[in-house]
Each structure stands twice: as structure tokens, then as C-alpha cells.
């Protein structure tokens, strides 16, 4: 499993369950490093999605413990131990966690890879932060693109390897 996410210098990627930036090339890229894959995702980030409703071209994963939650077109899952379970059908570089900030901070000891976009921007009352990839032991930057200007912000798109993903036990 890899991760793909947004973050900006203070790691920050949500307020008050929003994304923080509208940044229009990681949309791009988001479209094109999930497209054809299978996603993973908290209920609360399912919710946020335009509709809401499954991403198109992707088989959707939603990690949720509430029994009424079952919306059409997604595959939910109730725990780490079924999710897991569920997701050895698939290969490793195909399953890519998409959120919230819960399950990156959960998951990311799992993940081979993080594809973080790296926003050079700050909120105030930003809430919700993953972890800080630089200083997380056993993970590096593999490499990191020159800078680009979009919606505003100046972005690099960074790949960040995971020397010793952990594997999942109940």
C-alpha cells in the first residue's frame, strides 16, 4: 500500500473536515497516481467526495465502524484486520490510501511509499496534520520535482520510501 496526500509546511492538511488549498495540478496529479488503482479512505473523507459518491475509474475502499453506513458503488470495510484482508487480493502498488488524517496517521507505518505534495503555504487553525515525513524514522525522500506555480501556491510533488514497512497483525 502507498499514500498520497497534500501537506503544507507545518504538515497540515484539513480544517474543520475541508481540504485546505485548491490546488489545481495536484488534482492533476491526484487523477493520474490513482486513476485505474484502488483507493482507501475513512468515511469522513467518502463524505467530502462530490456527491458523495465513488471516484470513477478506481475500485473505492471505505474504512467505517458505522453498521448503517453501505452507500452504493463502494466496498466498506469495518476494521484494520478485514481491510487488510480484503486488500492482499490486490498488488502491493496498486492500493493507494487517500485519507483523512486519522488513517494516515494509522496506516503511513504500513505504506512502501507517500507521494506527498508539498504546498509552500501555511493555514492558520489549520486541524487536522499527518506525519511529518522528513523526520519519521525509516522514511526518505526518493525525490522531489522542481517547484510549480499553481492556484497561487508554489507546490513540489515529493516521493517519499519507507526502508521497513510494517506488516499487519491482530
Known sequence: MDLIVAADRNWAIGKKGDLLYNVPEDMKYFRRMTTG?????????FESLPGPRPLPNRINYVLSDCPSFNPEGVIVVRSFGEMFAALEQYPEDSVMLMGGGS??????????????????????????FIPNFDAL??????????????GGYTVRFAVYLNSNPAVYTE
Open 103 to 128: 488513517l494516515y496517521n494509522a496506516l503511513a507505518k504500513y505504506c512502501r511509499r507517500a507521494y506527498v505534495t508539498l504546498i509552500d503555504a501555511e493555514t492558520e487553525g489549520a486541524d487536522t
Open 137 to 150: 524514522e525509516g522514511w526518505s525522500m526518493e525525490s522531489v520535482s522542481d517547484p510549480v506555480e499553481t
Open 37 to 45: 488503482k484502488t483507493v482507501l479512505m475513512g468515511q469522513k473523507t
